[in-house]
């Protein structure tokens, strides 16, 4: 069910009024993602049908019982004194169905103006109260997340303390829950009274959970060896389902043929403990269909949305940042379905400033192989206190060396001559810039040491290999 497009203020704006106005890109993005929230309006309007569709049932057919009544009396020979006593039995029990009548409207109220409320809620976004009401969105969805997942004190103390039980659907899941509870304690009638109270819906929707509850209900009368009681039970329970599931009835049928749990694997599989977990999984999905709520919580589908965009290959590797929530195990697990993201165009992050390497701030690669930002090198050039990590692991095994520049005329330097060839000046340097260009000249982009402390300097020196000697 699709949501209409929420009201961007009034359709006239003028200077005045613009800076009050909701961006429109943003109330645009609101409304596609508010779609997938369907479930929003569609849970309490369907309990609300619900609920007015077993009221009307009830007086319908206490209705109809008293009018019965009334003609029996009428077409029997009874006493005045009779007529009058059960003519007041009539009128009791009027006055008692009155009474209900009364409660089950303040109940059908309460939920229409639980559904009024979540209306008024889809309507209230703009540009002044954007930020609380996503605030407000977002404690919905966590509930939503706590209640699926069967933490209810939790979900109920967050909705009570933000003010908005009339925005989230406990009570429909704590309906869930007695069902989910009495199958998790191997207990099946109330899971078929819900089915007995749902039959109509349900047979829409073409649910075979009932079925299913039949054949855990028979399994269990083979398993305490009462097989007459299993045949019984068959005949009166699963026949009626036996032109649609034919082929699983006569596996489970054939159970009753065994001594005990069989130890055929086809018909040992119906008697494992893990059918109880099927069962429980079954009726979350048959309930999620009757109330039209999404089959995966609201917090899991917005999570993936955004792990989307985010998702690469190195993001499973042993290597992955921290920074990136794919590195947490719990998060890889929801990716695992989702494609890789799409990207046009290589993006490089520096390492140091966690920020974009872009025209603005361009990468530069060093003779070691690493690349950091325009910007990374720079402040630390100006805080004159940081040692590269290869630096510092071989700062032990320095070299000394003297090199000479070329044709230019440099001075003589007092250099480190690192172990995988690199240079490094001896002396604190401001960043300089040096020609290039020399005939046989080598380009190299070395670091300066000072202080006992090793800086990165981008400069480059051209040096002549026939003027350059190194002492070991």
């Not at 034919?246 to 005990?260: I, L």
């Not at 269909?289 to 995966?296: A, D, I, K, Q, V």
């Not at 993201?341 to 966690?354: D, E, F, L, R």
Request: hydrophobic share 40%; with cysteine; aromatic share 10%.
């Amino acid at each position: 069910m699709e949501m209409d497009s929420l009201p961007n203020g009034n359709s006239t704006t003028t200077s005045t009024t613009a800076p009050s106005t909701a961006p429109p890109s943003k109330l645009t993005q609101l409304t596609e993602s508010l779609k997938l929230e369907h479930q929003f309006l569609r849970v309490p309007f369907e309990h609300y049908k619900k609920t007015i569709r077993a009221n009307l049932r009830a007086v319908e057919k206490e209705v109809s019982s008293v009018i019965s009544a009334v003609n029996d009396y009428a077409d029997s020979d009874i006493s005045n004194d009779d007529a009058v006593q059960r003519l007041t039995s009539l009128v009791s029990r009027l006055q008692g169905l009155k009474r209900k009548m009364e409660e089950e409207r303040r109940t059908e109220n309460l939920q229409a103006e639980r559904c009024c409320a979540r209306i008024d809620h889809l309507e209230s976004p703009d540009a002044e109260n954007l930020t609380g009401w996503a605030n407000m969105r977002l404690k919905r969805i966590l509930v939503d997340y706590m209640l699926r997942m069967s933490y209810y004190d939790t979900g109920l103390k967050l909705a009570e303390s933000s003010n908005m039980l009339d925005l989230v659907d406990i009570d429909i899941y704590l309906e869930a829950k007695k069902v989910i509870d009495a199958l998790q304690n191997m207990e099946i009638a109330p899971a078929l009274a819900w089915c007995a109270e749902n039959k109509s819906r349900l047979k829409k929707l073409k649910s075979k959970f009932e079925f299913q509850l039949r054949l855990q209900e028979y399994i269990e009368l083979v398993r305490a060896e009462n097989h007459m009681g299993a045949i019984a039970y068959a005949r009166k329970y699963l026949a009626p389902w036996a032109a649609m599931h034919t082929k699983e009835m006569q596996q489970v049928f054939a159970t009753v043929a065994f001594k005990g749990i069989p130890e055929c694997s086809v018909y040992k599989a119906f008697f494992e403990p893990k059918q109880w977990d099927y069962l429980v999984e079954q009726f979350k999905q048959e309930f999620c269909r009757l109330y039209g709520m999404n089959p995966e919580p609201l917090l899991n589908i917005f999570l993936q949305a955004g792990l989307s965009s985010l998702k690469t290959p190195y993001c499973y590797e042993d290597d992955c940042t921290r920074e990136d929530p794919l590195s947490q195990e719990s998060f890889r697990k929801l990716a695992i379905p989702l494609p890789y993201s799409k990207q046009h165009h290589s993006k490089i992050v520096c390492y140091i400033t966690k920020e974009l390497m872009d025209t603005e701030n361009p990468p530069q690669v060093l003779p070691n192989g690493y690349v950091y930002s325009t910007k990374a090198l720079e402040e630390m050039a100006k805080r004159n206190d940081v040692m590269h990590e290869k630096l510092q692991r071989a700062n032990s095994s320095l070299q000394r060396a003297t090199v000479e520049a070329g044709a230019g005329g440099f001075p003589w330097r007092l250099v480190w001559w690192m172990p995988w060839g690199h240079v490094y000046e001896d002396r604190a340097l401001e960043i300089i810039k040096i020609p290039l260009g020399y005939e046989g000249g080598r380009t190299y982009m070395i670091f300066s040491k000072s202080m006992g402390t090793s800086i990165f300097l981008s400069f480059l020196l051209a040096v002549s290999d026939e003027f350059t000697r190194a002492s070991m």
